[in-house]
């Protein structure tokens, strides 16, 4: 059973930081790549940042020079660090991975408070 387990959301006030993790468990094929999105209310998702399992990064707009994503390989996991978060950074946060198929994690809540 696929599971991705997100975690490290919460309330913060803006200006602060938070860091969020997805540990991926159940994958059977090869995973490529791992990302994350987030979703405003009623907004589409739309891409924060994704990374292959070597490394590579591939950052959207909604990153804004202020989050970091990073990989640990062999735990099949992904981070996210927001920094300089804001009260437009609200919405939630879904983990993601690429492995002949799209995986989405259940989403975690991000609330930053002005």
């Known amino acids: 059973q696929v599971q991705l387990v997100e975690s490290g959301g919460g309330l913060v006030q803006a200006g602060g930081s938070l860091r969020l993790s997805c540990a991926a468990s159940g994958i059977t094929r090869g995973i490529d790549r791992m990302g994350w999105f987030r979703q405003l209310p009623g907004k589409e998702r739309v891409l924060i940042a994704t990374?292959?399992?070597?490394?590579?990064?591939n950052y959207g707009a909604s990153a804004q020079g202020r989050f970091a994503i990073s990989i640990d390989s062999p735990k099949s996991s992904v981070y996210l660090q927001m920094n300089d978060v804001k009260v437009e950074d609200t919405a939630v946060y879904y983990c993601?991975?690429?492995?002949?198929?799209?995986?989405w994690g259940q989403g975690t809540q991000v609330t930053v408070s002005s």
């Open positions: 993601w991975v690429w492995a002949n198929g799209n995986y």
């Open positions: 990374i292959t399992m070597q490394g590579s990064i």
